[in-house]
Nanobody
Framework: QVRLVESGGGSVQAGGSLRLSCAAS????????VGWFRQAPGKKREGVAV????????TYSDSVKGRFTVSRDNAKNTLYLQMNSLKNEDTAVYYC?????????????????WGQGTQVTVSS
């Protein structure tokens, strides 16, 4: 059974930083594309960042490019999202997601496995 468990969410002031983690189990992690998505109240789920199986190729949404960094540790089956210069509009529930083999961008429809989400709240 595939399991993705996010941690690291919380409340922070605008301009601050947070680091999210996602621990995976029940999946061949080295052969899995993983990424982060988020959903704010009243809005559709949107892709934030994805990273390929080898941790070489990354894709970011325009809204977070230059502020967020996605990385993975295949030895620990863990995905990370370093979020810097946080803005109010980054407030959302952040989800970890996975799909086998190659990444197919930031479209959530292509991801088969999802975590339960972790809340990130940014205030002024």
């Amino acid at each position: 059974q595939v399991r993705l468990v996010e941690s690291g969410g919380g409340s922070v002031q605008a301009g601050g930083s947070l680091r999210l983690s996602c621990a995976a189990s029940g999946i061949a992690y080295r052969n899995t594309c993983v990424g982060w998505f988020r959903q704010a109240p009243g809005k559709k789920r949107e892709g934030v960042a994805v990273i390929d199986t080898g941790g070489i190729s990354t894709t970011y949404s325009d809204s977070v490019k230059g502020r967020f960094t996605v990385s993975r540790d295949n030895a620990k089956n863990t995905l990370y999202l370093q979020m810097n210069s946080l803005k109010n509009e980054d407030t959302a529930v952040y989800y970890c997601a996975a799909r086998r083999e190659i990444c197919l961008g930031l479209n959530s429809n292509f991801y088969n496995y999802w975590g339960q989400g972790t809340q990130v709240t940014v205030s002024s």
